[in-house]
């Protein structure tokens, strides 16, 4: 089994968004990647962004840039 470890999660209410900000990301080399959202959070469109805790203010400024909004941050072990 996986250890698990602090991530940052990203929730987003729609799809768009979600494959909007993974393709953002990939494309100014973004730490993360898209996975489905954890059990542990509610969010609208099943899929998140996951990636280090200490990138969130690089993922805050760099979501706001390209103007996708999400709905939540989380800091959970995954």
Do not use: N
Not at 23 to 41: N, T
Not at 55 to 63: I, Y
Request: glycine share 6%; with cysteine.
């Amino acid at each position: 089994m996986r250890e698990k470890r602090l991530s940052l999660i990203i929730a987003f209410d729609a799809t768009t968004q979600a494959m909007a900000a993974e393709k953002y990301c990939i494309e100014h080399q973004i730490p993360g990647r898209l996975i489905p959202v954890p059990r542990e959070i509610t969010a609208g469109c099943g899929l998140a962004w996951k990636a280090s805790p200490g990138d969130k203010a690089c993922l805050m400024a760099a979501l706001d840039a390209a103007g996708i909004h999400w709905t939540a941050m989380h800091e959970i072990e995954v």
